[in-house]
């Protein structure tokens, strides 16, 4: 972990990634997904409090006639305001138009959280940190599978990519 970082609201987003009944209903490691629901919602009435974007992420699966049950967002997650994105890969960028809508918002740096930390949100961050994105990693709002695969993530993976961080290190202050 680091020291606390500052971020002006002004240029910043929330990413949760896949925070969906199904997924956060899920067997979870280090942390059920019900506490990375908590908090991912408490970080996005932060940064809708500033005046930041909260970008919502979920998956669906390609050529489905139907998705399975529990495949909308958590109930009650989404406020008016927010950005949904729908995506079809594991990562949030491929084909969703993601990157045009963050681009017209002026944000130039992206705070993760969600499920699985190593999937769904590494692979969204990696592409993000190709496009140029500043990376901030808050590790107790998101969960993985197994808890090795949480830690392989934030302790090698994401310090390499950008900031981690814990939720309340995060400090949104206009610059």
Known sequence: MTEPVTLDPA??????????????????????????????????????????????????????????????????LAQDGDVEIVKRTIGGFQGTGLDDRLRELGVSTLVFGGIATNLGVESTARAAGDLGYDLVFVEDAMAAFTAAEHEASVRLDFPRLGSVVRAAELILSRA
């Open 11 to 76: 240029r910043s987003a929330l990413v949760l990634v896949d925070l969906m009944d199904r997924i956060v209903a899920l067997p979870l490691e280090p942390r059920k997904g019900t506490e990375v629901l908590v908090a991912s919602q408490e970080l996005a009435t932060a940064f809708r409090s500033a005046g930041a974007p909260v970008v919502l992420i979920r998956v669906e699966r390609p050529g489905a006639a139907e998705q399975p049950p529990g495949s909308g967002l958590v109930s009650g």
